[in-house]
């Protein structure tokens, strides 16, 4: 049977991945608890797929964070020449902006998320992929996408779309708040809950927040 499989989180949360030997995982922030036998991976398109392993930069890929922004350059034979236009996104000393965000520790690459996902409530910087990493640890949490939505007092305020574990049994918004205050902070917690029987999602089971 099949030992090794690359799958995406999606998939992940709908298998038992002791199924298998080893578990490629990507295209999609990684949930909070991992079994053993997954490996997460970082990539994308234009590096030909995944570069980083458990943070882990393969040979020849070099990783910089910008200081200002945070948001992760890489730079390596394994990029691009070029988009089929043309055009060469690589800067002159051959660095791709990736519009990810994320933070270099002992050489281990972390990622926060988007760069255009960022929700700046009460001039707190939220991650969603953060928070939702957080909520899924709750097992009334089936799944959960958290998006921004303007606010007057607070600029713009956490919203978290869930799709219950258990329709007839759903968590509350108490449950969400109390979760993250304990483990980001108050400035992360939802100010706001909405069920849902499903989230958008792309191929590679990456939410569309644009949709929410």
């Known amino acids: 049977g099949v030992t090794l499989v690359s799958l995406v989180a999606t998939a992940l949360r709908r298998l038992d991945p002791d199924l298998f030997r080893v578990v490629v995982l990507g295209g999609a922030s990684p949930p909070a608890r ?23 930069p393969l040979d020849g890929v070099e990783v910089a964070i910008d200081p200002d922004t945070g948001e992760i350059a890489v730079r390596g034979a394994m990029l691009l020449r070029c988009y089929r236009d043309g055009t060469d996104p690589k800067d002159g000393d051959g660095w791709f ?4 965000v994320g933070s270099l520790e002992g050489g281990s690459l972390h990622v926060s998320g988007r760069l255009d996902d960022v929700i700046i409530s009460g001039g707190e910087n939220v991650w969603p992929d953060t928070v939702e990493a957080v ?8 799944e959960v996408a958290v998006v921004g939505r303007a606010d007057d007092e607070w600029g713009q305020r956490v919203v978290a779309v869930v799709v219950p574990a258990d329709r007839t049994a759903p968590p509350t918004l108490d449950e969400l708040r109390s979760i993250v205050k304990e483990h980001l902070g108050p400035w992360a917690a939802p100010r706001e809950m909405e069920l849902t029987d499903s989230l958008p999602r792309t191929a590679l089971g990456k939410i569309r927040r644009a949709e929410l």
């Open 34 to 56: 991992l079994a053993a036998n997954v490996v997460t991976t970082y990539g994308m398109t234009e590096t030909g797929s995944g570069i980083v392993y458990d943070g882990t």
């Open 97 to 100: 902006r990736t519009g990810d």
């Open 135 to 142: 909520l899924e640890a709750l097992p009334s949490v089936g």
